[in-house]
């Protein structure tokens, strides 16, 4: 059974944090040995909350999950409870400099999705992926 972990990175509303938030998850991910998702993982944290970041005014929050079956959750939150924009086919917005996050999050997770929020006592939202263990 694979061993089960949870972790939490409060942010503030500032695009720095991106980077903050990527590189804690590429450290997260190698010191649990998973090595194999960290390039991939990275990718979709980085969408996720530069999107929770972007798109909304107050703080956000990465967590990182794995379950007992192995999967990597990665959840971005931030205070806006209404829905993201749904995804446009990758083909329709490989060429443009916005509007490719949830379109490559779709393309290179196994699941994703979201749910309203009120865990950090904020209303809010959850944008999150899946990805089993390499």
């Not at 450290?27 to 929770?52: F, K, P, Q, R, Y």
């Not at 990758?90 to 290179?108: D, H, K, S």
Request: hydrophobic letters at 40%.
């Amino acid at each position: 059974m694979p061993e089960t972990w949870d972790y939490t990175l409060y942010i503030p509303n500032d695009l720095r944090a991106v980077t903050v938030c990527r590189r804690t998850l590429r450290l997260i991910l190698t010191l649990h040995g998973l090595v194999g998702l960290v390039d991939t993982a990275e990718l979709l944290a980085t969408e996720l909350i530069s999107n929770a970041v972007r798109h909304t005014k107050g703080p956000a929050a990465l967590r990182v999950r794995r379950s007992p079956e192995g999967v990597v959750w990665i959840g971005a939150w931030d205070t806006d409870p209404g829905p993201p924009e749904p995804p446009r086919p990758l083909e329709q917005v490989a060429e443009l400099e916005e509007g490719r996050g949830l379109a490559l999050v779709r393309a290179c997770a196994d699941y994703w999705g979201w749910q309203p929020s009120a865990r950090f006592g904020n209303r809010g939202k959850f944008v999150w992926c899946e990805l089993g263990a390499a």
